[in-house]
């Protein structure tokens, strides 16, 4: 490619509007231009990475086996009714009717599509396993799109979708997905994890994310110091191998004006966040249906823990998903917000104490009277709770659940996600083959997902310095996934015999199927040094007339200061 024709659409200025790093370093080296909200363009160089990544994806989706089909964005909303997703799926799915006023849906994902084209196509159990993917258009509509294409309502995704005739030929092709991922992100050289995450409410039998660890991640993950465990935070069981001692102090009630919250406590009274307990009144699950279910619940924490809802909404007597009870129902219970007791027993409120709060003792809770706590409350003697529950997100330090080390948290940014689903879509859709016995036998499956468009991102978060983006070193040289592998630059030359021995270079490397880009544009060098930096170009040779009176031509890689004066043939050979 010849940087004269094509539009490399680098900005001087950092867009106001990027709030990460990478989404600020894919507008200014010209990767994508925001068209609006979550909606972006994919310009020549950004398309030239999506590509280079797609490539690998799908070499090893091919690898085991899977067969790429492509199914439409839009769908018909009668698959979805079918499913029961028409309704049980949120403002994310965007609905719209054609002129015929029926309803469609633009797809956020196509387990629904996918189970109708198995469902007419498979037919015997000799099928079997199947599995089908695409690289495709995804629309969500985020509550908040942001982090550019990091989090977008339009993006791509390569999507997979396995059929079996049983849950063991399901875990053998699950086992393939997650070896092919771990595959796509080593050859993409991502420092990532795979980490084991919650199957939600779908209820399937096992699920792992792929995570690129970054500090601007969204996710937690909590990893042993000593054994490979990997979990998210939001899964990650937090064990509590102390246990209670015996009472010390007397329950007493000290004054803490205008001070709701464990830390303005602590401070006050002087004295340890973990000495303190936070109680959060959530909505409970009755219902006319269930009316043995408490109304609302009081979940009883270590001022320094924080709440896991995934975990606390999965108890019997929790509403899920996870509702905040009002000020007005604290009101009407009786309850001073800010200042709530551990002591619920004549309230009737359910009391759930997580595994560590209830291990505490003579510690400081809310005393139900406005702008005052209690000092030297104990279990069992002040106060009951009606069960002890692991409702915390683990934190740094605490023990790993396999009992081999402690945990520690980092920041991940979800890439990819591989889930069992078992028979969900299967049995709602009436997908089946006729079995072995004769007899139809409902399909297990299974659904993987690669966020293509994130990959890019992630690895610029990864990957960049204060000059620009860097491509990560991948083992194999082919699988670099900058929009250039090398650019050829010649310096202004007055018989411009340097021009010439550049586009020389330019078409030999490009003869042996080197990914390159001559900068022939009419710039200066320093602008056009700036703009390669800035893509990230991992080498760039530099052809000028001094060095080509000694037959040389100057070699630097990205990232790198050092430079090399090297012959052609050496340049030929490298390359
Ligand atoms: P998240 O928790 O980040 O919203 P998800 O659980 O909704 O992700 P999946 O439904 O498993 O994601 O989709 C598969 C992959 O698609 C994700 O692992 C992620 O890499 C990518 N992805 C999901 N949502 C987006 C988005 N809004 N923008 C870009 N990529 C996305
Ligand atoms: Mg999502």
Not at 243 to 266: F, G, L, Q, S
Not at 278 to 290: A, E, M, P, Q
Not at 552 to 561: M, T
């Amino acid at each position: 490619m010849k940087a004269s024709q094509f539009t490399l659409a680098t900005l001087r200025q950092t867009p106001s509007d990027a709030d990460i790093i990478s989404a600020q370093l894919m507008l200014k080296a010209g990767l994508i231009r925001k068209l609006a909200s979550g909606l972006y363009v994919w310009m020549p160089t950004g398309l030239r990475v999506l590509r280079q990544v797609e490539k690998i994806v799908r070499e090893e989706m091919e690898r085991i086996n899977a067969q790429e089909l492509l199914m439409p964005v839009t769908q018909p909303a009668e698959v979805w009714q079918e499913s029961g997703r028409w309704e049980d799926y949120g403002a994310e799915l965007l609905r719209f009717k054609d002129r015929h006023q029926r309803d469609f849906v633009l797809g956020p994902t196509h387990e629904e599509v996918i189970t109708d084209i198995a469902r007419g196509e498979l037919k015997s159990y000799k099928q079997l396993p199947a599995t089908y993917y695409q690289i495709q258009t995804k629309f969500r509509d985020e509550i908040r799109p942001r982090f550019g294409v990091m989090r977008a309502r339009e993006f791509t995704m390569k999507d997979a979708y396995s059929f079996h005739i049983d849950k063991e030929s399901l875990a053998k092709t699950y086992a393939d997905f997650y070896e092919a991922y771990s595959r796509i992100f080593s050859r993409l050289g991502l420092n990532f994890r795979a980490v084991q995450a919650d199957t939600g409410s779908i209820g399937g039998f096992a699920s792992h994310e792929f995570h690129v660890l970054a500090d601007s991640g969204e996710d937690d993950i909590a990893f042993s110091s000593q054994s490979d465990y990997s979990a998210n935070v939001e899964l990650a069981e937090a064990i509590c191998t102390d246990v209670r001692k015996a009472p010390t102090a007397e329950r007493t009630d000290v004054d803490t004006p205008n001070m709701p919250t464990c830390e303005e406590v602590a401070t006050h009274l002087g004295i340890d966040l973990k000495q303190t307990v936070k109680t959060l009144i959530v909505k409970g699950s009755y219902s006319d249906d269930n009316p043995d279910m408490p109304k609302l619940v009081a979940l009883v924490l270590r001022g320094d823990h924080t709440l896991n809802e995934l975990k606390a909404e999965k108890l019997p007597q929790i509403k899920a998903p996870l509702e905040m009870a009002t000020e007005d129902e604290i009101k009407e219970a009786g309850l001073i917000k800010g200042y709530i007791s551990v002591d619920l027993a004549s309230y009737g409120i359910f009391v759930v104490a997580d595994r560590t709060a209830a291990v505490m003792s003579d510690f400081v809770s809310g005393a139900n009277i406005p702008h005052k706590h209690t000092t030297g409350m104990n279990w069992d003697k002040d106060a009951k709770f009606d069960v002890v529950a692991d409702i915390r997100n683990v934190v740094d330090g605490d023990p790993s659940p396999d009992g081999q080390g402690v945990l520690q948290i980092k920041r991940g940014i979800e890439v990819g996600h591989i889930f069992q689903l078992g028979d969900k879509y299967s049995k709602a859709m009436n997908c089946t083959v006729l079995g072995k016995e004769g007899k139809p036998v409902t399909l297990m499956m299974g659904c993987y997902g690669i966020g293509v468009s994130r990959i890019i991102a992630a690895a610029l978060e990864q990957n960049h310095d204060d000059k620009g983006i860097l491509w990560a070193d991948t083992p194999n040289p082919n699988d670099n996934i900058a929009p250039f592998f090398v650019a050829v630059v010649p310096m202004k030359s007055k018989d411009g015999q340097a021009e010439s021995k550049a586009e020389e270079l330019y078409q030999l490397l490009k003869n042996k199927g080197v990914n390159v880009l001559l900068d022939d544009r009419d710039e200066r060098a320093g602008v056009k040094f700036a703009d390669l930096e800035l893509i990230g170009i991992p080498h760039r040779i530099v052809v000028s007339e001094r060095n080509l009176a000694e037959g040389k031509y100057e070699y630097a890689k990205r990232g790198n200061d050092d430079k090399q004066m090297l012959s052609l043939d050496e340049i030929l050979a490298k390359f």
